[in-house]
């Protein structure tokens, strides 16, 4: 069974950074991606990368995540900048199946 495991979150200050990664327990030939989930809201698609490297971003974030890939590694990093409140919320590494990561929370506080 494919794991999808995430590392890298964690407590950060409005308009600090903080890079996300998920590494796979197998190659995945398919989009990966990162959802986020708010208490009360929601779970949203964030960002996504295909195989092939085209990305997607929510309009929320676009400008300040950035999603990339290491296929060598089985591994998709989220790049997050200029970190507001309402980024905070647990982030979840997916790819379509579903696959679904445990989830890591970010905290965006003062």
């Known amino acids: 069974q494919v794991q999808l495991v995430e590392s890298g979150g964690g407590l950060v200050q409005p308009g600090g950074s903080l890079r996300l990664s998920c590494a796979a327990s197998t190659i995945i030939f398919n989009t990966m991606g990162w959802y986020r989930q708010a208490p009360g809201k929601q779970r949203e698609l964030v960002a996504s990368?295909?195989?092939?490297?085209?990305?997607y971003y929510a309009d929320s974030v676009k400008g300040r995540f950035t999603i990339s890939r290491d296929i060598a590694k089985n591994t998709v990093y989220l790049q997050m900048n200029s970190l507001k409140p309402e980024d905070t919320a647990v982030y979840y590494c997916?790819?379509?199946?579903?696959?679904w990561g445990q989830g890591t929370q970010v905290t965006v506080s003062s």
């Open positions: 990368i295909a195989y092939g490297g085209a990305s």
């Open positions: 997916w790819s379509p199946g579903p696959l």
